[in-house]
């Protein structure tokens, strides 16, 4: 079976950093590209990271772009999202997303909340 699986959310002060993880099981992962989105109460969501192979350069949203580093691990079936100064606009769910344009796999979401 598929699975796909964040972890490493929680509740943060303004200039905190975390690490978020999202392990893959049940598909090739190095054929799928990767990516990160989160979505806040209320709002749309939004793409923040996203890294094709473990080769390419990451793209990333203007709003974390110098913050947030993507990147993945293909031998332990790991994408990664390392967060460094984070702000209360950072806070939301953020949800990892695999996808070969032919499969496309989703975690459940872990939440993060930036909070003084």
């Known amino acids: 079976q598929v699975h796909f699986v964040e972890s490493g959310g929680g509740l943060v002060q303004p200039g905190a950093s975390l690490t978020l993880s999202c392990v893959g099981s049940?598909?090739?992962?190095?054929?799928?590209?990767m990516y990160w989105y989160r979505q806040a109460p209320g709002k749309e969501r939004e793409l923040v990271a996203n890294?094709?192979?473990?080769?390419?350069?990451?793209n990333y949203a203007d709003l974390v772009k110098g913050r947030f580093t993507i990147s993945r691990d293909d031998a332990k079936n790991t994408v990664f999202l390392q967060m460094t100064d984070l702000r209360p606009e950072d806070t939301a769910r953020y949800l990892c997303?695999?996808?070969?344009?032919?499969?496309?796999?989703w975690g459940q979401g872990t939440q993060v909340t930036v909070s003084s």
């Open positions: 049940g598909f090739f992962f190095r054929n799928f590209r």
């Open positions: 997303r695999a996808t070969n344009y032919g499969d496309e796999y």
């Open positions: 890294l094709i192979t473990s080769d390419s350069v990451p």
